[in-house]
């Protein structure tokens, strides 16, 4: 059984903070690529914000169309907030996915939720930025996975030097 192909998809982004800290996400969160549209970014890009450098191990890719070449059997998914979604909270993720996020200061495209095999939004009270919203749609993928039911290893795998904390045992409080 192969892994799963995991992929984010950016529609012209306008900051190259918020593709820095998706960037630190897709690496959080073991995403295999960050796609993305547009040249409002690649004019930013020189401002260095993949603060982890993310981008040595997970391609970040500037393309024409964030459709082409994907592996079979990846389901495309629009991040939206819009009418008839799927609330994230009750969605089941596809093994295999490119979820696609629209710019900052604008919506998808209407032919791409079209093309969309599913459209999920966040619920919130107002609308996130881009960043947080990749956060929170790649943070709901991984809890809902068997990878993080209770998993140490996970903690382990994650946490960095500096962090040595524990958790007493019930017989210790």
């Not at 907030?81 to 596809?94: I, K, N, Y």
């Not at 993928?141 to 290893?153: E, I, P, T």
Request: aromatic share 6%; glycine share 6%; proline share 6%.
């Amino acid at each position: 059984m192969s892994a799963p192909f995991i992929s984010i998809g950016l529609i012209n982004p306008k900051s190259p903070s918020n593709v820095g800290a998706v960037m630190r996400a897709a690496g959080c969160y073991q995403v295999d690529e960050v796609r993305y549209t547009g040249s409002r970014y690649d004019r930013a890009a020189r401002f260095h914000t993949d603060t982890q450098n993310i981008s040595l191990n997970i391609p970040l890719k500037g393309l024409t169309d964030l459709l082409n070449d994907l592996p079979s059997g990846t389901k495309v998914v629009c991040v939206e907030l819009v009418e008839g979604a799927t609330a994230l909270p009750s969605f089941v993720h596809p093994e295999n996915a490119l979820y696609v996020f629209g710019p900052e200061d604008g919506s998808l495209d209407q032919a791409l939720v079209d093309r969309a095999d599913a459209v999920v939004y966040v619920p919130t009270v107002g609308c996130m930025n881009l960043a947080a919203s990749v956060n929170v749609l790649l943070y709901d993928r991984l809890a809902k996975s068997a990878r993080a039911q209770g998993s140490d290893a996970l903690i382990r795998s994650s946490r960095d030097t500096n962090n040595s904390v524990r958790v007493k045992s019930p017989a210790q409080q």
